[in-house]
């Protein structure tokens, strides 16, 4: 093997590695510059929960394909996630969006259930619910 070819496969190798650490998140870390950015950069679990958000998001829009989602996204951006200020904060509120996001669906005004709430946090809450589950009333009527 020439020592020109072994040069470019370990530069190659080389990027290959760099590239998948630094672009695991849902953006770039070698751009990182906010607190939360820092903190999801140099944490694991973070940096695994912000791809697990990232993937649902993206599954979610392939399926409702609604700018009203991306909207919803960006204010949890700004609203929820840059406000923490320590790995549990983002731990907890990014567990809580990967749970939205997975359940999110698209309803029928008019099939609405008591078992589809729909979601009140969701600017436009009257396309999308998640479903949870309710206690059964005992009680006759």
């Known amino acids: 093997m020439s020592q020109k070819f072994k040069n470019i496969l370990n530069i190659l190798l080389l990027y290959l590695a760099t590239s998948s650490t630094l672009c695991a ?3 770039d870390c070698r751009y990182a510059s906010s607190l939360v950015e820092n903190l999801i950069c140099t944490n694991t679990e973070l940096s695994d929960l912000d791809e697990q958000m990232t993937n ?5 829009i392939n399926i409702l394909g609604s ?3 991306k909207e919803n996204q960006r204010n949890w951006i700004t609203t929820q996630r840059n406000k923490c200020d320590s790995t549990n ?8 969006r990967i749970f939205y996001l997975k359940n999110l669906q698209p309803i ?10 729909i979601m009140n946090d969701c600017e436009h809450s009257d396309i999308y ?6 206690k059964q009333d005992k009680r006759q009527i």
């Open 56 to 60: 649902a998001y993206h599954n979610i």
């Open 25 to 27: 998140q849902s953006f």
């Open 129 to 134: 619910t998640v479903p949870v589950q309710r």
């Open 108 to 117: 029928n005004n008019n099939d609405a259930s008591p078992n589809t709430p």
């Open 67 to 69: 700018n009203s989602i």
């Open 89 to 96: 904060c983002l731990i907890s509120i990014y567990r809580a």
